[in-house]
Each structure stands twice: as structure tokens, then as C-alpha cells.
């Protein structure tokens, strides 16, 4: 479970198995979009790592990127296997209203382009315990949601029909998986 305060409410996301949402899951490593991180470490529990997406298909794709440098759209741990993963975006329709929530941005990427940058979960004063890596967390992952066009998601945003903002997000989202790093010491206490 996570939670991240937005404008003095605190929202807590439940957070589910990939096989439970609504959207495909692709894999980083043969699907349009490539995901891969590099260089992750830990500033007081919370990680910063480099990134790099590309488009390997023969269209141009959309990132949705208003959480790619952070902080994180949401994030979830599995104990099995100890990744800690960061999402871009929400993994599921969020059913409760937010007052405020970042702007819905694209970074379009043509075939054979990519994009770089780093991540950094900094301190949340409002919620000083999101996006701190949990104990027992060796590696790291990292979900970015694209989609081949944005004309029907950004209607939808503008329509304003919707319980959270990131509802239509998740509605048109496509998911690539980066392959996970380690994570020395961070999941540590």
C-alpha cells in the first residue's frame, strides 16, 4: 500500500498484481517500447536511478511522462522476488476524487528515437513516508505507460468525465517493464 498526499488530502492506493489491471503489460525487452534503468542508489531510503526508453516499433509512441523524473506516480514491492518498482503511472482506475493532481504531459518518441533522464523520488514534506524503498528491497524496477496516439486520451481529460484524473490515463495506457537493477543497501534499515 502506498500513500501520497495531493493539496492537504492523503490518498492511499491499494496496489494489485499486473495479471488484475486493465491494461498489457509489455515486455522491456521485445515489445514498441524499451525500458531499462541504470545507476540506481538511495539519498535517505529513497532511490534515483538513470533511465532510457525506446521506440523499436515502425510508429511513433507516446510516453506519458508527467512522472518519469518524479516523484513517482505510485510504486509496489514484492517480497519474493525483492524489486521495488516505481510506476509512472496509477497501475489501476483510481475510485476516489483527488483536489489536485499534475497535468497530464507527452513526450512523443518516433521509431529509432529514445529518451533519456533520471529519476529522483525526492522527500514528500507532506508525506514524508512515500516513496521510501521498504526494508528487505534489493533490486529495482521501473513501469512506463505509453500508448501509439493521445487524441482520444486527451478528450478524454478534457471532458473531465472522470472520478481521479489519472482514470483516463489508465484507460489508455500500455505498460513497459524495465528489467530490474540492484539496489545495494537500500532497502536496508
Known sequence: MITRLFAGFCVVWVLFAIEQTQFKAVDASHGPLLASISNGSCDDRRPDFDWKISNSEKQTVYVYSTFLKGPSASSDYDK???????????????DFAVNDYPNAEFLQLRPGESLRGRFVEGLDKSCPACGIVPEGATKIALQVAFGITTESVKAE???GHYV?????????????????IPLPSCGQK
Do not use: D, G, K, M
Request: charge should be positive; include cysteine.
Open 80 to 94: 519474493a522476488s525483492h524489486v521495488y518498482t516505481i510506476w509512472t503511472s496509477l497501475p489501476r482506475e483510481a
Open 157 to 159: 481529460l478534457r471532458q
Open 164 to 180: 481521479h484524473p489519472a482514470n483516463p490515463i489508465v484507460c489508455w495506457q500500455q505498460i513497459a517493464v524495465s528489467p530490474s
